[in-house]
């Protein structure tokens, strides 16, 4: 489809669904194969110089993984994308792609868990340095900058305790200085928030997550422009090889088709959910952008679409043994990591998500010891609250 102007709901069920070489399957079919057959030697050849357009091997370019390429590119508002096997092979490859051993990097200081450790494990290891910032202060980002640094990484609202990011203010520094801007818009998904539109440079996504919607799939997806999208594919997708498979993409695929009303009826369970929880006794914090007591409210209303996404934090006044309490108490709540899925998931960030980093480094991240992280389903808000309810209260 080629007419970006129709409505977004419109474009996540028809983008990347033109009609391949099999014009009579209604959705993109499964292209279930590792290679390619060529006509002659001759086209072999001009496929690999890169002098004729075709497909040559799944790991170089596959047809289904291609159509979730384009679907995802339009949704984001962004001129290409790149699908990976996962949202943590999106990310590697992004920073493969932009740093060299001596660079720096200035990430916010909330990020998902593996992503940090990618940062001051692997990344560390290979040379590259990373200074972590409070990014609700963008004066703080602003000032970490150094003669080296190549990258400005951001991911808001932040895993696990929804702190929240000035999208335009970080594109914003990040051109001034002429640094690459990255940001995992893994938790709100282009259906509430795109970043691109804000000025940020890439964005990467687990797929796993609100795009697949339904929790059977592990993915990733890279967003920027032509000529970033092709360098990630020539150099770290094509030589690390983090590829997504043709059925993870079909999976993927079908799960966007209905992104903006999942969306949707996240976004309001969400707020229902979290009002509850602010009014509840036995919580002595929610960290929701859609309440009007988090600090990011105002700007999160000004940068996001419809809503402010399924996911809450929050803490109990009983602390970690009640949180534990709580999470061995849930019925209907699934006790479970991962986001986005049509049911409801709830997990402990300190000992789960995010158990890579020590007490020191999660205190340092924000992320308090006692703090449960809840991704709001598409259930009714009733048989969640309820469940919320006589699991605390009998904890
Ligand atoms: C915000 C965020 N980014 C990236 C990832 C990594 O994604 P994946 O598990 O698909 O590798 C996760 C996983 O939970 C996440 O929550």
């Not at 079909?250 to 509850?276: C, D, M, S």
Request: net charge negative; glycine share 12%.
């Amino acid at each position: 489809m080629d007419d970006s102007r129709k409505h977004f709901d419109t474009r996540a069920i028809h983008s990347g669904e033109s009609p391949g070489p099999d014009p009579g399957s209604h959705v993109v079919p499964i292209y279930q194969t590792s290679t390619f057959i060529f006509d002659n030697a001759a086209q072999g050849a001009r496929r690999f110089a890169g002098e004729e357009p075709g497909y040559i091997y799944t790991r170089l370019g596959n047809p289904t993984v291609r159509a979730l390429e384009e679907k995802m590119a339009d949704l984001e508002n962004g001129e290409d994308a790149v699908a990976f096997g996962s949202g943590m092979g999106a990310i590697s490859a992004v920073f493969l792609q932009l740093l060299s051993a001596g660079d720096h990097v200035v990430s916010i200081k909330t990020i998902y868990g593996c992503t940090y450790s990618l940062l001051t494990g692997l990344l560390k290891r290979m040379g590259i340095e990373v200074t972590f910032v409070d990014g609700t202060d963008i004066s703080q980002v602003r000032d970490a900058i150094k003669p080296n640094t190549r990258v400005l990484y951001g991911e808001t609202p932040a895993n696990p305790n929804m702190a929240v990011l000035d999208l335009e203010a970080f594109g914003r520094v990040g051109r001034e200085r002429g640094i690459t801007t990255v940001v995992d818009n893994t938790f709100m998904s282009p259906a509430v928030q795109r970043p691109l539109d804000w000025g940020v440079d890439v964005v990467v996504h687990s797929a796993t997550k609100y795009l697949g919607g339904h929790g059977d799939v592990i993915g990733g997806i890279m967003v920027g422009s032509s000529e970033f999208v092709s360098q990630v594919k020539e150099d770290a997708l094509k030589d690390v090889g983090a590829v997504l498979g043709p059925f993870d993409a079909w999976l993927l695929i079908r799960g966007l088709k209905t992104l903006p009303l999942r969306a949707e009826r996240h976004n309001t369970n969400a707020q229902v959910v979290a009002e509850f929880l602010e009014n509840h006794p036995a919580v002595s914090r929610v960290h929701y952008p859609g309440l009007a007591s988090h600090p990011g409210h105002e700007l999160s209303k000004r940068q996001s679409i419809g809503g402010f996404g399924g996911m809450i934090a929050f803490e109990l006044s009983g602390g970690l043994q009640a949180g534990r309490n709580l999470l061995d108490s849930v019925k209907l709540c699934t006790l479970a990591v991962s986001l986005g899925a049509c049911d409801t998931l709830i997990q402990h960030p300190a000992s789960m998500t995010h158990s890579s980093l020590d007490e020191a480094q999660l205190l340092a991240a924000g992320v308090h010891p006692g703090l449960i992280r809840l991704s709001v389903g598409l259930e009714h808000p009733d048989d969640i609250i309820y469940d919320l309810r006589t699991s605390m209260e009998g904890a």
